[in-house]
Nanobody, 126 residues
């Protein structure tokens, strides 16, 4: 199983970035997908998640209204559109696939995800 995250970069505050995570080696359409991030010296934190069908999405409070998760099951890809970026959004962003197929929800807990990508760096200058 491989998850390949891409799209990170250096931007200024209030700019936008779009992250992608291409998945191979599992039946992507059955898995909930999550995005997490980790800033230097801090623990990995939940950013958002989407159910297998894309019908439900979940976000941490600080990104609600600015970030949007979507998925294209035909392309085995999940996306994270990030608008109005803030310096506190900086970190390495990871995508992850959950372990339970066809779940009614998508988890916020990192330990409920079995597969992880390598991460992509997002840097926001003020």
């Amino acid at each position: 199983v491989q998850l390949q995250a891409s799209g990170g970069g250096l931007v200024q505050a209030e700019d936008s970035l779009s992250l992608s995570c291409a998945v191979s080696g599992l039946t992507f359409s059955r898995n909930g997908m999550g995005w997490f991030r980790q800033a230097p010296g801090k623990e990995r934190e939940f950013v958002g998640a989407i159910t297998w069908s894309g019908a439900l999405t979940y976000y941490r409070d600080s990104v609600k209204g600015r970030f949007t998760i979507s998925r294209d099951n035909a392309k085995n890809t999940v996306y994270l559109q990030m608008n109005s970026l803030k310096p506190e959004d900086m970190g390495v962003y990871y995508c992850a696939a959950d372990r339970q197929g066809y779940s009614a929800t998508a988890p916020k807990e990192a330990d409920k995800y079995d597969y992880w990508g390598q991460g992509t760096q997002v840097t926001v200058s003020s």
